[in-house]
């Protein structure tokens, strides 16, 4: 019978570790390649359900990399549904993943893609601050990053244009499709195109326009991409509208409003509703005109983008803290290590005393090293606290702004007391007043988001209060929201009736509002409530 060597049993169980580590690994690039396929047919719901399994799978195995990537993938389905402030939550994950494994080129892909989003909405400042980053390192390496260029050079072509540099802007564009050598790339080629034409509309040289906005409505055909014609078919159109001639435009507008009704391209099929209109209204066609304006105004406050950017301004935020959080508990390791060490010298300096002159003077010369060190330790910290300072600084300037926000919800009231008057004054029934009914009808969609108004209001009241409102809980936690939310317009000094215009409640209804917490804060009369509620 013979006799088998015996395999110790930890190799064993480090091999089956290791098989099953490998199975996972197959199962979540198989959750992603899902993913990928599900995206790109515009499944976006079950493109994001096989991302969160493999996204669990990576981060159970610490594949760190590889969740930055999931992240990424993520952010760009929350984009294509026009989500952004969760696309940017994603992206901003991701970064974080990507800086502390070093890995360059996801950090610049990411931060460019982070630019684009903020380009989106129009964040010029925002959208440089990324994309200039990337320049730097793409423009230090540029064999390396030799495909990625000209995509980046359109998206600071983008940022420019937007801003009015258009010389700087048309600078960029021809750098780009200078250095686009994939000419089979008809979308990346129309895009470019397409730009290049709205600064040359912009500096109303219409026929040099014309001549790109053509071009790139030949290759987005040639490709068979509808939001690509669309878009092209539209700043043709528009050229024609400046030249005036509104049947050709309005011909070529309803044609691209069809393709991107198709596509549910959202964004330019908002633009598009108000470029109709204002050309029905230059034809004196004012029935379409204002069907029109309404749908650009319906779909406008459907995907407005105030309430997004204060949440990604937010998220933004949290991730600046997040970060110098880690680095001051970064200072206090390292802080706690030199102190370790210090006293370690010390001890060492007290038993080598009355040793060789040659230790003493080592010794003496590490316990020097180690005060330096210390003393910049301190010196980060002292730099730490100015920022939070600072951050103070901010809170206060925030306070101002919730002021004036207060104030302007206030005078926005009145002007729409005022306009509900003049209409009652007005004959609709008279063909004359046609006119003076759509002005009235124009200011009053401009000033109808005084609900929204005092939405956004709370919203911002709350992020910048949130440490007085945790104050409030732990020492009245009996307080209803309601209370809560008057304890915070008391701190700023609103007077009784500006209140009651934020609050949509009567006068009285605030008065009744301040002795109830008077009784419940359990302060008397003669306490000033606002300076009570500050102290806090």
Not at 41 to 65: C, H, M, Q
Not at 159 to 170: I, K, T
Not at 427 to 443: F, V
Not at 499 to 509: E, F, K, M, R, V
Request: net charge neutral; hydrophobic share 35%; glycine share 4%.
């Amino acid at each position: 019978m013979p006799i088998y060597a015996q395999q110790p049993v930890g190799d064993s169980l480090s091999q089956e570790l290791s098989k099953d580590n490998t199975l996972l690994l197959k199962q979540a690039n198989a959750y992603t390649q899902k993913a990928k396929d599900f995206f790109e047919t515009g499944e976006f719901p079950a493109a994001l359900e096989n991302d969160k399994k493999a996204l669990a799978i990576y981060f159970s195995l610490k594949e760190e990399v590889a969740s930055g990537n999931i992240y990424v993938h993520i952010g760009n389905i929350h984009f294509e549904i026009n989500d952004y402030d969760n696309s940017l939550k994603n992206y901003l994950e991701a970064l974080q993943l990507f800086e502390k494994n070093k890995s360059k080129e996801l950090l610049n892909s990411t931060k460019k893609t982070i630019g684009d989003l903020y380009l989106r909405l129009e964040q010029c400042d925002q959208a440089f601050k990324h994309l200039f980053k990337v320049k730097e390192d793409y423009t230090n390496n540029q064999q390396k990053y030799k495909e990625e260029l000209p995509s980046l050079y359109q998206s600071i072509g983008i940022a420019y244009g937007r801003c009015s540099s258009l010389d700087s802007a048309l600078l960029y564009f021809q750098e780009a499709l200078d250095l686009n050598d994939n000419t089979n790339n008809g979308v990346f080629s129309g895009g470019l195109l397409n730009n290049i034409g709205a600064i040359y509309s912009k500096k109303d040289e219409n026929e040099k326009a014309l001549e790109y906005y053509n071009r790139s409505l030949t290759l987005f055909q040639q490709e068979g991409l509808k939001t690509g014609i669309g878009v092209s078919i539209s700043n043709i159109a528009y050229i024609y509208k400046k030249q005036k001639k509104y049947d050709k435009a309005i011909h070529l507008y309803l044609k691209a409003l069809k393709l991107f009704e198709e596509e549910k391209s959202l964004i330019y099929l908002k633009d598009n509703y108000l470029n109709v209109s204002e050309v029905y209204e230059k034809k004196n066609n004012l029935s379409e005109a204002l069907k029109y304006n309404n749908l650009y105004l319906d779909l406008n406050d459907s995907i407005s983008n105030s309430d997004i950017l204060a949440r990604m301004g937010e998220l933004q935020m949290q991730f600046e803290i997040k970060k110098k959080d880690q680095e001051l508990l970064l200072l206090e390791q390292e802080k706690l290590i030199v102190e370790q060490e210090n006293k370690l010298s010390e001890i060492r300096l007290y038993l080598l005393i009355g040793g060789i002159v040659l230790i003493i003077l080592i010794s003496a010369l590490m316990y020097r090293n180690l005060r330096i060190s210390l003393k910049n330790t301190n010196l980060k910290r002292q730099v730490l606290k100015q920022e939070k300072e600072q951050l103070t600084l901010d809170l206060d300037f925030k306070n101002n702004e919730l002021e004036g926000f207060a104030l302007r919800i206030v005078e926005k009231n009145n002007l729409l007391e005022q306009l509900k008057n003049e209409l009652k004054e007005i004959n609709s029934d008279q063909p004359e007043n046609a006119i003076k009914l759509k002005e009235l009808s124009t200011s009053i969609n401009s000033n109808l988001y005084i609900e929204k108004d005092r939405k956004e209001f709370e919203l911002q009241l709350d992020k910048t209060h949130q440490s007085f409102f945790l104050k409030l809980d732990k020492e009245f936690h009996d307080l209803t929201k309601n209370e809560r939310r008057l304890c915070s317009l008391l701190v700023l000094e609103l007077s009784s009736k500006d209140i009651a215009t934020i609050l949509n409640i009567s006068p009285d209804g605030v008065k009744k509002g301040r002795y109830r917490l008077r009784k419940k804060l359990n302060i008397g009369t003669k306490i000033n409530i606002s300076e009570y509620l500050k102290s806090l």
